[in-house]
Structures are given as C-alpha cells and as structure tokens.
C-alpha cells in the first residue's frame, strides 16, 4: 500500500534502519547542511554512497524538525516508490503505451480492468485533511520555520523541497512544480520560476492577459532583459505550496512530464492510489491533504525582487537574478509538523538519486518518439544537463545525429549540452567502458557537430544567459556508407572455448592466486 503522508514514509525508514534521529541541537545556518554533505558522501559496507535519512529533532530556533537526504540513495528511492526495482515503474508505463485501440467488442471489454486501474489514479478532492489541523490567517511568520542556508554564498534562507502549485489561466490545469524560494522575511520569498518552467508559462500568461509584450515578458527572470517597472500590469497570480508530501508525490514534483499531464495523476500512478487534495483556505487551489505544512499565497505581476546566489546542484552558485515576489497569506499545518527540505551541490547529493529515478522510468517515452534508443546514463558527474550517453541500434547512416537533434528537441532534454551516442552492444551505465570505446571510435573532426539552441539558465559557461552552444558526437561505428572505406578492426574478445576451460579451474587457480 501506497504511503499516505510524510510521517508513514518515515516510519518505514526508521524501520528498515534507513532513518537516524539527531538530537543534538544543531543550526539550519550552514550546519545541517554541512552535516548532510558530509553524510551524503559517505560509503556504506558495500562502498555505495548515501547515507541515511537524517531527522533533525532539535534545530536552533525552531522546535519543528527537519526531515533531509530521504530520498539520498538508491535503495530509498526505490522505497519511496515502493518497487523492488525503478524498471518495475517503467514496465508499468510500457504497458499502457502498448495499449491499441480496441477492434470490437471483446477487446473493449479486455481494456475494462486497465480502464479501471486507470481510473484509480485521478485525484479527489475531499472535505478537510491533516494539513488543516492548524489554521493561521495572521500572525504567521516563514521565521519560525527551519529553514536552511545551505552554503556561505547563499543569499540567505531558502525553501528548497516545496511542491509549488499553481493553475494555467487557459486551461485550468493545475501544476505542481518544485522551485526553490528565498526567504526574504517572514511573510515573502522569491520565487525561481526558470523561463522554460510550466509555472513560468503561467505567469507569462497572466502578464499577456495584462497586455505586456510576450517577448520581455519575464522581464530579466532568467536573463532576459528588464521592462520598465510601469510597464508591468497590476494583478495577482494565486500560488499555494505544501511542504512534506508522501515521497511519491514529492518526486512526481520534479518529473519532467508533458505540461498536459498534471502531477497528481502521475503522484497516483506512482502511488497506485489517488492523491487526496483539499481547498486551499485564501486562494483557488487544491493542495495534498496530507501534506505537514501549506503555504498560501500569490505572486504579483507588477513585483520583482534580485533573487540569489544559491549553491545550486552544477557544484557552482547560481547568480542572481530578478525573479517574481511570493505573497503569503496563510498558513496550514498539522500538529507538530515535520520540515522537509533538502540540499544541493557537488554531487553525490540525494537529487543524483532523484535524477537517476527520472532516468530509468522515463526511458519508456523517450523511446516512444526515438524508437532506436537501447539505453541512456545521466551521470550524476554531468549534472545531469551537462551529459547524456545514448545507446542506439544502428540501422542507417547518419543515424546517430538524427538521435542528437531528437534528444534535443525533448522537453528538459533540451538544455542537454553534450550528447555521446554509441553502439547497442556499448554498456552507456560503464562510463569506462564507454570512454574506451567512444574514444577509439571517433575521428574529432568529422564525428563531432556543434549546434546553438536554448541552454539550462543554470549553466554559467553559455555565452548568452539561457542561450549557447550543444555538442553531439557520433561514437558508433562508421560504416561505408557514411564515407568510411577503412576496414573496422574486431573488438579484442576471448573465444569461448577457452574462457569456459578457465572457469572451469578458476576456483583452483584463484585459491593458488590469493584473490578468492
């Protein structure tokens, strides 16, 4: 069964000896998040980065406590799906991809428990839930709150694990989105709505709605360039934020899923149960009834603030920049509520475990628009936008740069900067494997090409903010037909025969050997 809030989920850490208490008092300025680094980069018996979850019992300056790094290894992050394995998650995408359209009757009938199991999906939404159990219409301060600075550098305090909800002007559909917010004071933060971010596309639109030019629209959030500040409409845009969602629901916060598909469906589809949402006390939206701690709220058209720097998940501080001002307007918790949050920086972090999740169980739909995709690594080294190696099976010329500009024309996998592709036979989860084969494989000058396009705002190395150049290069084989009439040497294998005869006395040899 699906976890039904934060507090189930840390009960099952604590259970299987994935959670460990502090109770010595320590400062969400700097020191948790130096404690959690430290604990993040650590090795268990088996030499696996991670560490536990760590809960914080006694923060200085807050009697709530802090909840960091659940999400920080690869065991959890299949516990927070409840799956034995994260291809488990993909299976179940596959299958309903594989559904066709029914023929007749009897196939319409066969489609009735999918249709069903479909159905259970769907959020609802009910009277009140736990996140009502406090109600604070005034006198409510983000202060009292233990919210972390986590490097020097920091501009100060930021939320950094909220699901932030809002709702497209055009459609109704609501999103929630995870960006990060900088306290300003108790009642406002900053809101780091990046320009290709779905809750950007909604401020844009309710400033088209108020007859800004769509091309300075984000005024220079993200780089563009500054509007005047009478030239800003008046207005408001509603926000709502919970903080301490189930595990399924936080992580279906960062999914880069199609701006259609809202992410309490996909929560649901992960959880195989429907996410439970409540009416929000001052705003016009649905937040997790569940959830610890709801921020509402709304963001001001005619409002921005210098946002930043934050140490940020490149190992490099993101620079500041004017972003949207969020406006609080009420607070709900539970009773003695839990603070999640996290933190971000030179990798491993728990987000490498996040980004590796995103990878495996969206492979699936990235194959349903490049069906020749065998297999694809995002090494936590390459943060994710920097990198992505891509196995393919080969079967024209030229095959692995119509891949590239594939890859490139994706979603999120926009902002990737640099593209390998392989053959199918190539391991891509090997980096050293991939290095040696990828290596031998090129000729720099004809297998490399370089494109513009647009560039994840966190990147500082791009020429422009948000705009740079993309490098794709082509490490399969080269064929005749691709210009290459060299021979292609084998790949240096041992013929079976004499493999098995070794295995055969290996334990023998390995006693003589000292390496049992």
Known sequence: MAYNDLREWIDALERTGELKRIKTEVDPVLEIAEITDRVSKSCNKQGKFGGPALLFENPKGSDIPVLINQFGSEKRMRMALEVESLDEVADRIRQFMDVKSPQGFLDKVKMLPMLAAMGKFFPKTVSTGPCKETIRKSNFDL???PILQCWPQDAGRFITLPCVVTRD??????NVGMYRMQVYDGQTTGMHWQRQKVAAEHYREMLRRGSVSSVDIMARTSGGSLI??????????????????????????????????????????LR?????????????????AAAEIILEGYVSLDELRIEGPFGDHTGFYSLADLYPVFHLTCVTHRNNPVYATTIVGK????DAYMGKAVERIFLPLMKLTIPELVDVNLPVEGVFHNLMIVSIRKSYPGQARKVMNAIWSLGQAMFTKCIIVVDEDVNVQ??????????????????????LGPIDSLDHASRLPNFGSKMGIDATRKWSSEGFVRPWPD??????????????????????LGIE
Not at 169 to 174: A, I
Not at 491 to 512: F, H, N, P, Y
Request: with cysteine; proline share 10%.
């Open 347 to 350: 990798p491993p972090q728990e």
């Open 491 to 512: 790949e240096i294998l041992m013929d079976q025969k004499t493999k098995s005869l070794v295995s055969s006395k290996w334990k023998l040899l390995a006693r003589e």
């Open 430 to 451: 090997d980096l050293g494997e991939v290095t040696l084969k990828a290596l031998n494989h090129i000729d720099p000058e004809r297998d490399i090409q370089f494109t």
């Open 169 to 174: 002007p055009k459609t109704g559909k609501r």
């Open 272 to 288: 195989q149960k429907p996410v439970e949402l409540v009416k929000c006390e001052t705003v016009d939206l649905e937040v997790p």
């Open 143 to 145: 202060n009292h709150l």
């Open 228 to 269: 005047p500040e009478g030239e800003l409409p008046s207005g408001k845009m509603e926000v709502a934020v919970a903080i301490g969602t189930d595990p399924a629901l936080t992580f279906s916060a960062i999914v880069p899923a199609p701006p259609d598909v809202e992410e309490y469906l996909i929560a649901g589809f």
